[in-house]
């Protein structure tokens, strides 16, 4: 296993959950910072309202892991894909979750989701995607969020039968958007604030299609809010607009997709608690929405309700949102902004308003 002393990792992926960071490595290792889901071993009850240490600030080696293929950081949990197509899980979660009664920050395996491509991890919901595109979904099924028929509250992990071909998942408070592989929506679950894009505020226990006038390639989902890049570079957003998460001030909440506007091409989007972030084709990185913890990577703590660009931040190629801190891959570094309450960007302060490098990588 690699060391951590003046090495330059080769990181190939990142994920933000709650208040962890993880980076996926060319190696197939998992580095990990901050809290609970980081892969940092603690005693075995976790004092959630415990402060900040220096020493928490160092990255850690997920366990034994090696020839990982995708990572995903969740409220205090988060899971990867092994080298076998196994779903491995780690964290702190105050219920047992589908099945699992006990959890540990030694990851553990996942049964009934085999040969699988693609996890994410949400707030006590969780799904997986095999090699066939075929979703399964567990936890609990609040509002219909596992999206599919089933009599448990806290229910294992089982395929959504009603659903095509799925190359994409992203996870909200209580709700799942899929992204199928000839670029069409489905959502299902909650619908509180219009995030199933669907024209009314009803909660489907099923999955429905958002009806978009353009092929997607990418999606992401805040807490209550979804953004959505087109196959041209256009980003269309549902959901609340609460903090102006959406690109507008001028409802609380948009319940079909809107357009936003940027003036270039957008490669890539990513969505934090009540924020937004979109990576554009040429490396620089737009932020909008709530920004209490500096999040938006502007020097302040002010929200905005329109994208902004992040100044001094550039041939980035790929962007990740945690609840309460943003994550870039750069030239060279990985960089963090935003919360660092449990040392989720290494050794910056505890609000960091500007992207802060604390990784080398090649």
Known sequence: ?????????????????????????KSGEVLGWGGAGSGRVTPPFVDICSSFKAADA??????????CSNISA?????????????????GF?????????????????????????????????????????????????????LGRPSAQTNASPEAIASLPEIQDIAIGDNFMMVLTKDGKLYGWGSNSAGQLGLGHLRAASTPETISLPIKINSIATGSTHVLAVSSEGKVYGWGSNNFG?????????????????????????????HYSLAMATSGKVYAWGWNGFGQLGLGDLKARNTPTRIPNLSGVRAIAAGESHALAIGKGQLLGWGSNESGQLGNAVIKQMTPNPFLAIA
Not at 58 to 67: D, N, Q, R, T, Y
Not at 246 to 265: Q, R, T, V, W
């Open 74 to 90: 969740g409220f205090g949990v988060s899971l990867v894909v092994t080298e076998q197509q196994q779903t491995l899980i780690w």
């Open 1 to 25: 296993m690699s060391g951590l002393a003046n090495d330059s990792f080769q990181v190939i992926s990142i994920s933000g959950g709650k208040d962890q960071t993880l980076a996926l490595l």
């Open 93 to 145: 979660c105050q219920v047992g979750i589908g099945g699992i009664a006990l959890f540990s920050e030694e990851p553990t395996l996942i049964n009934g989701v085999n040969n699988i491509s693609k996890v994410v991890a949400g707030q006590f919901l969780y799904a997986a995607i095999d090699q066939a595109g075929k979703v399964y979904t567990w936890g609990l099924n609040t509002d219909g969020a």
């Open 245 to 273: 998460q959406l690109g507008s001030s001028a409802h609380p909440y948009i319940d079909n997709p809107k357009l936003i506007s940027f003036p270039e091409k957008i490669a890539a989007v990513a969505a934090g608690m």
């Open 58 to 67: 160092k990255p850690v080696f997920v366990g034994k892991l090696s020839g």
